[in-house]
């Protein structure tokens, strides 16, 4: 089956890191992603990784060990406009994507 | 970048009726598009993929007659909902993966937000 795991909600203050975890059991694997998703919009894409290791971006970055099941992702320097949704999502061998139930992130001031 | 528009964003329905909903690519093609739907405070589910020139391939679980998918042209697909029902009120998400180029990711459209009274 599919099984993708990630905190339910995270907290954290306006200009500091947070890392968001995410572990997956799938039964095939082409690609891990995240997506952005503010409440009633559609999800934005943030990161893809394929093979292991860390892929920065700016203020985000995803890394992931295929061995482990395991990707997380870090956002630095918080911006309150960063308070939304974060969704992992594994694609399969057939490009589909699997989501998880997303990790509601709070950034306080 | 690539752009994916939805149209209605929004609609309201008395049950029993059908609705339409588009999802256009607009500055890509795309063979291959996907449907989702996405309940409050839950996370996305595919309800099917949409292949040009093909029929949909739904998942388990999702009435292929109560969803009908035509993904007419290489820049369209639609979803009908066919005899609405309140059960049936949910966001609708669809998303595009570029037949050439950054054939990795998806790029999902703003999302159609369908009422059934």
């Known amino acids: 089956g599919q099984n993708i795991d990630q905190p339910t909600e995270m907290t954290a203050t306006e200009g500091a890191i947070v890392q968001i975890n995410c572990t997956y059991q799938t039964s095939g694997f082409n690609g891990l992603f995240w997506y952005q998703q503010h409440a009633g919009e559609a999800p934005t894409f943030l990161s893809y990784?394929?093979?292991?290791g860390l892929e920065e971006k700016g203020r985000f970055s995803s890394f992931l060990s295929r061995s482990k099941g395991y990707s997380y992702l870090l956002l630095k320097e918080l911006q309150m406009k960063d308070s939304a949704s974060y969704l992992c999502?594994?694609?399969?061998?057939?490009?589909?994507?699997?989501f998880g139930a997303g990790t509601i992130l709070r950034v306080k001031s | 970048g690539a752009v994916v528009s939805q149209h209605p964003s929004r609609v309201i329905c008395k049950s029993g009726t059908s609705v339409k909903i588009e999802c256009r690519s607009l500055d890509f093609q795309a063979t291959t598009m996907f449907w989702y739907r996405q309940f409050p405070k839950q996370s996305l589910m595919l309800m099917a993929t949409s292949n040009e020139g093909s029929k949909a391939t739904y998942e388990q679980g999702v009435e292929k007659d109560k969803f009908l998918i035509n993904h007419a042209s290489l820049t369209l697909s639609t979803l009908t909902v066919t005899s609405a029902h309140p059960e049936d009120s949910s966001f609708y998400i669809c998303?595009?993966?570029?037949?050439?180029?950054?054939?990795?990711?998806?790029?999902f459209g703003p999302g159609t937000r369908l009422t059934v009274l």
């Open positions: 999502a594994v694609r399969d061998t057939g490009n589909k994507l699997v």
């Open positions: 998303s595009a993966i570029p037949s050439e180029g950054n054939t990795d990711t998806q790029y």
């Open positions: 990784n394929v093979l292991d």
